[in-house]
């Protein structure tokens, strides 16, 4: 019989709606329960494609076992962090300084207040590897809790105590200016891995927000060693095991060092950061790998992800079934020589091992290869291998897919938004542009409210019932900036500037800080605060990069001030930790640009305007905002009072509360943002 989470809108919370675990979902209600019952609460967090949550949710959860001593000494409470990040992160903070690591699936153990007084992550169903068994566990805090009393009171106490004295002590330090984006670079220059590109060693993510910081630190100082560490990373990764060969989309990570084996889950927020750094890489360089990635990135998205409402899904599972009805990490994108053969026969399959790295002992496990492309083909094969791609793909459509998150995640979905309408720009693909307008329709018909408050999620149309955080209002807006440059229509901009509104209002703290949960949202232990930028822009960094752009469409001294309170944090961490600050980096070299202010005035049909708004579209300036209209348009603040020069179509561009004398000519054009 299904428990309490049959009725969840999150996909990870119904994986678990038919355990014998009598599972609650976060309320007010689960804590009353646990105080009525004085027990303590089991908090289980993680996320539908995380591999070892699916291995500790078959080993213990559906045990009836386990389930049964759960059931009768906790309230076992199931979240998914990416429905409420919140949760995670304050649990999170408590679990790493505990045991000075995390991951999930997290499990602690709260007081019926919400106290947490034990911690672990995965716990195996027997000891193993000097890890206690789960049912251990559960024995032994059940002990604590009937036998010591006391004593689980004062470390809950001592915990709870500790993360509310927590407080950052970076911001209201001035803005970051050339020094600390100097040592930044310095710093990641430390860090770079010279022979396979990245940072740092195994495992090895894709550092999409380093990226970003390198191509803007090129673009405005010109520095070739930024866009090399840039160009040479995007080039490794997009020939190893971590892009998909065949389908295109990044999966989460590499376990080693060089790329060639990935944790397979594919993420939508890997892919839609990492679709816009490759196209912002083709800018700077005009590399044919950076715009084929850039491409097929997104026709990944649209193609994998893109749910019946327009939206786009949270993630691809890692696992799937390997044709014996067993789930298998990796099963869908692995090949064998036997396997290649069998979809092409045997000339054309010696061919495709040699070009995509296939051997007889195998990359992965059991003799199989994850794809590589350790160089590209040369013009006597490009239209064979061409070839082998497609019926490669075809024949891997034939095996079981993997398992999809449908949730539509706001944040992630403004992130995908923005690289969408980009990448359509640049490349001339309408379709993405529409895909893309199409996400931002249901974003605001459906996650977003009367006051322009947004729900986190949502799934099959229904929004969920947890408030947006910080990195929702913020994405969403930055993904609603940029639709609003690609299609000229100003609503984007006017709902952008609701949803910062509300960031000014409800996120906003002493001295330029932000917190990641409104003032008016539920209150846990400790208000969760974090400038760091990890698998996504945090979501401090992202609403100064936001605020910031908006300040430059509309000259909102507001918006401006608030962007640059939120930019000290960048001043403190960017010369000591440039690797987990790297989209407040890219934004701190937008605030040195200016940014810039763009305006194209001209009439649609007009081959010059056209070719103006072009250029100013495919210009790398850091953080550059572009409004494009009619002249008498009131459709964007920047294209007040800019009329036609000569009757002809002109741009306008302002820098620093100064603005260049009007041009007329693409070229002209393109040197001033040059």
């Not at 000097?130 to 010591?148: I, K």
């Not at 905002?625 to 741009?651: K, Q, W």
Request: proline share 6%.
């Amino acid at each position: 019989m299904p428990n309490r989470l049959a009725q969840a809108t999150s996909p990870y919370l119904l994986q678990h709606a038919d355990n014998p675990v009598d599972w609650w979902p976060w309320s007010p209600e689960a804590f009353e329960e646990a105080r009525r019952r004085d027990v303590p609460v089991l908090l289980s967090v993680g996320y539908s494609s995380c591999h070892w949550c699916h291995v500790m949710a078959h080993e213990s959860f559906e045990d009836e076992a386990t389930a049964a001593l759960l059931n009768e000494h906790f309230v076992a409470v199931k979240v998914d962090r990416e429905e409420r990040p919140d949760i995670d992160a304050v649990y999170m903070e408590a679990v790493q300084a505990a045991t000075g690591q995390g991951g999930w699936p997290m499990t602690v153990f709260l007081t019926p207040d919400a106290a947490p007084f034990y911690f672990g992550t995965y716990f195996p169903p027997e000891p193993r590897h000097g890890m206690p068994s789960f049912p251990e566990v559960l024995e032994g805090v059940r002990t604590a809790w009937t036998e010591r009393r006391g004593e689980v009171a004062e470390v809950a106490d001592r915990i709870v105590k500790d993360l509310a004295g927590r407080s950052l002590a970076v911001v209201g330090d001035g803005l970051p200016g050339e020094e600390e984006l100097a040592a930044a670079l310095l710093g990641l220059t430390r860090d770079y891995d010279a022979a396979r590109g990245g940072f740092g060693g195994a495992p090895k993510f894709p550092p999409s927000m380093a990226l970003e910081f390198l191509l803007r630190h090129h673009a405005r100082t010109g520095a070739e060693g930024a866009l090399q560490m840039a160009a040479d990373t995007c080039e490794a990764m997009a020939r190893g095991g971590i892009y998909d060969q065949l389908g295109g989309g990044f999966a989460r990570y590499a376990v080693d060092r060089a790329w060639v084996v990935p944790h397979f889950e594919k993420m939508l927020y890997d892919n839609a950061l990492l679709c816009r750094v490759y196209a912002h890489l083709w800018k700077a360089t005009g590399s044919d790998l950076a715009r084929r990635v850039a491409l097929e990135t997104a026709d990944f998205m649209v193609r994998e992800l893109r749910t019946p409402e327009g939206g786009f899904a949270s993630a691809l599972d890692a696992d799937s079934d390997d044709g014996t009805g067993k789930h298998v990490e990796g099963a869908y994108y692995a090949w064998t020589p036997a396997q290649l053969e069998e979809a092409l026969g045997a000339e054309d399959a010696a061919l495709a091992a040699a070009h995509y790295g296939v051997t007889e002992e195998g990359t992965f496990e059991h003799g199989a290869s994850v794809l590589q492309l350790p160089q590209e083909a040369g013009p006597a094969d490009a239209g064979r291998i061409a070839s082998i791609r497609t019926r490669l793909h075809a024949a891997r459509e034939r095996r079981e897919r993997p398992g999809r998150d449908d949730k539509i995640v706001a944040a992630w979905n403004g992130l995908a938004i923005a690289a969408l309408a980009e990448t359509g720009a640049l490349f001339d693909r309408p379709d993405l542009v529409e895909r893309a307008t199409e996400a931002a329709d249901l974003l605001v018909r459906l996650h977003l409210d009367d006051g322009g408050r947004l729900a986190r999620t949502s799934k099959d149309g229904r929004a969920g019932g947890h408030a947006g955080v910080l990195e929702d209002y913020a994405d969403v807006a930055e993904g609603f900036l940029a639709l609003a440059a690609v299609t000229g229509e100003g609503a984007w901009l006017d709902f952008a500037g609701l949803l910062l509104d509300h960031v000014l209002d409800r996120f906003t703290g002493e001295g330029g800080a932000l917190y990641d949960t409104a003032h008016d949202a539920e209150t846990l232990i400790r208000r969760p605060q974090d400038p760091t930028d990890n698998a996504t822009p945090s979501g401090w960094t992202a609403a100064a990069g936001a605020l910031l752009s908006y300040a430059a469409h509309t000259g909102s001294e507001a918006h401006r001030t608030a962007a640059e309170g939120a930019l000290g944090v960048v001043k403190a961490l960017g010369p000591r930790a440039p690797r987990f600050i790297g989209w407040g980096l890219a934004v701190a070299e937008a605030l040195l640009d200016g940014p810039r202010e763009i305006a194209v005035v001209g009439h649609a049909a007009d081959p010059v305007y056209q070719e103006l708004r072009r250029t100013a579209l495919r210009a790398a300036t850091p953080g550059a905002v572009l409004a494009a209209g009619a002249p008498d348009s009131e459709e964007f603040p920047l294209l007040r009072d800019r009329p036609l020069v000569a009757g002809s179509a002109a741009a306008y561009v302002c820098r620093h509360f100064t603005c260049d004398a009007p041009v007329t000519d693409p070229e002209a054009l393109a040197r001033t943002l040059r």
